[in-house]
């Protein structure tokens, strides 16, 4: 991973803290658009209005480098030309049907499109292969878009068939409801009464390092055991009534190898097929049980060592904390110095592992050293209290 794709990750990174920051609650939405902008997918936010859907999306936009934005609120009677420009009355009189795009969704590198399914199908039938293959069609003729990816929302889900093929060109679908922990509501309301305090100064990111982190993309390898596992999931997910499409499946891989390449690593990992649960689902009924099947299928070795290091640390401190026999507690502070050895050891494969359990091992290692010095110290004071008797 060359410096430039390593300094455009951390930009990424560095904008997804400060939307933290801003939108409380608003994690998933966060990680999934930055993803988005990576793999050049569509995002879909339902909810009930007031969720910041829209304004989430803006202060994400904003930090893009000299990109072109695309904002329009659709409903039943817009007209084409809303959000693809009016024909050239001048080129009509020469019996040609082109289409004046300035500042219109063809000249637009980011887009969002609120209440999408209220489209009409004129409006349907030119969407989809915008999004789809990143195409307009000018007067008949295919013209490519610099789209890079078309954020939507809308307050329900869609009912029409007609909507269904859209629907499924959207790769991450994304619930979004109102902030309901009294904590978070704190936080916002203090974000909200102080806003007018917050810096300026925010991380941006161009769209040519946007495009740098694109083919990065398929620099990121996915082995044979890791599309083993992937294929069992999506059984699983057949199993129990989820149907993934073929076309979905394929741009999954591209999600896993996005998951890996903010992560810094050059290969995906089993626990990065957890990053898939928010492209899986096409009922809100679904994402429990997908909740459900990830957390048992997919743990990975790290975390398996992780857990066992962790729950014979636990054993050893209860086991310490019963016994006064200076030599008992020895025999457990050794014990616990092979524990310390084996958690350093698995810290050197730090690359190889996934962040949660990385920062999650590094914790546990400071712990079992900050134990050992206690029994240290205990050992000594012990053996002090032996010689002076």
Aim: with cysteine; hydrophobic share 40%; glycine share 2%.
């Amino acid at each position: 991973m060359n410096i430039q794709v390593d300094t455009a990750i951390d930009k990424l990174n560095n904008i997804s803290k400060e939307l933290n920051d801003i939108f409380i609650e608003r994690e998933r939405v966060i990680e999934n658009s930055i993803k988005a902008l990576i793999t050049g997918q569509a995002v879909l936010l339902i909810g009930p209005p007031g969720t910041a859907k829209s304004a989430l999306t803006n202060a994400l936009c904003s930090r893009i480098e000299n990109g072109r934005y695309f904002s329009w609120l659709l409903n039943r009677t817009s007209d084409p030309a809303e959000i693809l420009g009016p024909f050239s009355i001048k080129e009509m009189e020469n019996d040609k049907f082109l289409r004046v795009t300035k500042g219109k969704l063809p000249e637009a590198e980011i887009a969002f499109l609120d209440e999408v399914f209220k489209c009409n199908e004129p409006t349907l039938n030119i969407l989809l292969p915008i999004i789809n293959e990143k195409l307009f069609y000018n007067d008949g003729q295919p013209v490519e878009v610099p789209l890079i990816t078309l954020f939507a929302a809308s307050n329900e889900f869609p009912e029409e068939d007609s909507l269904m093929a859209l629907y499924d060109r959207m790769m991450f679908r994304m619930y979004v409801d109102y902030i309901g922990d009294i904590q978070n509501k704190m936080k916002m309301f203090n974000n909200f009464l102080n806003k007018n305090n917050k810096a300026d100064k925010c991380t941006t990111i161009s769209l040519d390092e946007l495009k740098l982190l694109r083919e990065a993309l398929n620099e990121i390898k996915i082995p044979d055991s890791i599309l083993k596992e992937y294929i069992s999931l999506i059984n699983l997910l057949y199993q129990n009534g989820i149907v993934i499409s073929d076309r979905r499946q394929n741009e999954c891989l591209n999600v896993l190898r996005a998951t890996a390449l903010l992560d810094k690593r050059d290969e995906v990992i089993l626990t990065d097929l957890k990053a898939l649960r928010d492209v899986l689902w096409s009922k809100l009924e679904d994402i429990e049980k997908i909740d459900e099947i990830l957390k048992e299928k997919i743990v990975s070795p790290y975390q398996k060592e992780y857990n066992n290091i962790k729950k014979q640390y636990k054993e050893l401190v209860t086991s310490s904390g019963n016994m006064s026999d200076t030599r008992i507690i020895i025999e457990i502070k050794n014990s616990l110095e092979f524990l310390h050895e084996k958690t350093n050891r698995l810290l050197k494969q730090a690359d190889l592992m996934e962040k949660d359990t990385k920062n999650k091992l590094s914790m546990l290692e400071k712990e079992i050293k900050n134990y050992l010095d206690t029994l240290s110290k205990q050992i000594d004071d012990d053996d002090m209290l032996m010689f002076g008797a």
